[in-house]
């Protein structure tokens, strides 16, 4: 959904609707004017189960219909603002959150008040998220199942890509990490005992062949896979798992 004049009537046709995309251009002011119709129309929406933002600035009372919707699981915000609030906001369903591209201030915002309820957190280890973790205070997560960790800036330091790892290891529910960037374990410091939980890996090989060992890993993926790998090393790696793999699999 474009930044479009629209007519309640015509907001009322998303009643049906189970997800809701919002991307800004162009004047703030007026893409503002635009948005709150929208926003709130969406209490009267039964089944809106994702709400993704980009451009957005996002208001006090705004926020309030945000976290008060009962169905909404999946919040995707991308280079947004939300401000912090002074009034007691609803207790939030939202399990799965979405984060790119935005301030430290409004990461730390989100994911404090998500912080009992999210269980899927994806990240850009280009943005603020990580600082806000590390600079705000450790936020506990006690739900976070999956971290998924991408970079849309292909020349950012490789030090900010170790800091999103570094970061993360100190949660131990974490059970699914996807790392769908370029990095390798032996550039930082992670200990065999960190991620203990950790069931299934997504990443490149390079990293997996050290991040696998003596944890309790069934399954893997590789991500950015190459000709002059060494096959039998990421092979020797899985065969160190504390788990029993199916036959035939990996």
């Not at 990240?123 to 973790?133: A, L």
């Not at 699914?176 to 960037?181: A, E, M, P």
């Amino acid at each position: 959904m474009r930044s479009t004049r629209l007519k309640r009537k015509n907001l009322l046709h998303l009643r049906v609707a189970t997800e809701i995309h919002w991307s800004g251009s162009g004047s703030r002011s007026l893409e503002n004017s635009q948005l709150h119709p929208v926003l709130s129309v969406l209490p009267i929406i039964p089944n809106i189960q994702l709400l993704s933002l980009r451009h957005a600035d996002i208001n006090e009372a705004q926020q309030s219909i945000i976290f008060g919707l009962s169905t909404l699981r999946t919040l995707v915000v991308r280079s947004c603002g939300f401000h912090p609030s002074t009034t007691p906001i609803p207790h939030s369903h939202v399990t799965a959150l979405k984060l790119a591209h935005n301030d430290t201030q409004t990461s730390h915002h989100l994911l404090s008040v998500l912080a009992s309820t999210v269980e899927d957190l994806e990240i850009d280890s280009s943005d603020g998220t990580v600082r806000c973790v590390r600079l705000g205070g450790f936020i506990e997560l006690p739900k976070l199942s999956t971290l998924t960790m991408t970079s849309t800036d292909f020349y950012s330091e490789i030090v900010t890509r170790q800091e999103s790892l570094g970061t993360f290891k100190r949660y131990t529910s974490i059970t699914t990490l996807h790392i769908l960037f370029y990095l390798r374990l032996s550039d930082m410091s992670l200990h065999h005992l960190d991620l203990p939980a950790l069931r299934s890996l997504t990443c490149h090989h390079r990293l997996a062949v050290n991040l696998i060992p003596k944890r309790p890993l069934a399954t893997y993926v590789e991500v950015y896979s190459d000709f002059n790998k060494e096959p039998w090393r990421l092979l020797d790696s899985l065969s160190k798992t504390r788990v029993t793999k199916p036959p035939g699999g990996l």
